[in-house]
């Protein structure tokens, strides 16, 4: 059964400063690995696709990247702003089916 | 490309009561997805469906909880005598049948508060 961890469960920094959120999980064998955001009381939005076959993606100031081997992702957000403070969930996918187990989230508050 | 659009965004109900949710997806979108997520929590997995047709069924998803999408279209959940604990976001996710490429999109969620 696939968990997936996100420690720290809140970050704090300053705007301009890059920072990077990690995500573990426990099986291996994962299909794709997907970042989200959520803003308060919304839904999901999608940020970042990785396959299992792929080591990293980039969508602008965004960079996840897929470590197999070790059980890991991490989400590399560069020169962050005030704008980027939401939560941030990674989720593995253990099938084609594209059913995704979740972490807990990362909350992120990026001051002025 | 409108998104996933989710029916009521809030439902207060009385314990007991029946509720019923209505998600409408992405149209073409082959994947309808349930998920369930409470305060503090990441969504967990209840239900999905490939078209009409239900796949798989968490074991979160009690004798209480039922879910359709009769044409392949919509989908509506109905839980039946709410109880406190079925307090929870419920949000509805969409996919394209395209393999590992295909991300999940979610509409904004129906928040239900039992009372």
């Known amino acids: 059964k696939q968990e997936v961890t996100q420690i720290p469960a809140a970050l704090s920094v300053p705007e301009g400063e890059n920072l990077v959120l990690n995500c573990s999980f426990t099986d291996s064998a994962i299909y794709n690995l997907q970042w989200f955001r959520q803003d308060p009381g919304k839904g999901l939005t999608s940020l970042l696709l990785i396959q299992s076959s792929q080591r990293e993606q980039t969508s602008g100031r965004l960079n996840a990247s897929l470590d197999k081997s070790s059980g890991r992702s991490t989400l590399y957000i560069a020169a962050s702003q005030p704008g980027d403070s939401a939560t941030y969930l990674c989720a593995g996918g253990t099938g084609a089916n594209s059913k995704l187990t979740f972490g807990k989230g990362i909350t992120l508050s990026v001051r002025p | 490309d409108t998104g996933v659009s989710q029916d009521p965004r809030h439902k207060i109900t009385k314990r007991g009561q029946n509720v019923t949710f209505r998600c409408d997806p992405i149209?073409?979108?082959?994947?309808l997805y349930w998920y369930r997520q409470t305060l503090g929590q990441g969504p967990e997995f209840l239900t999905y469906f490939q078209n009409e047709a239900q796949l798989e069924k968490s074991r979160l998803l009690s004798d209480r909880f039922s879910a359709e999408r009769p044409k392949g279209s919509f989908s509506t959940l109905e839980i039946q005598r709410t109880e406190q604990g079925d307090s929870a976001m419920y949000l509805c996710a969409s996919s394209p049948m395209l393999g590992q490429n295909s991300p999940l999109h979610f509409g904004n969620g129906t928040r239900l508060t039992v009372t």
């Open positions: 149209s073409e979108h082959n994947r």
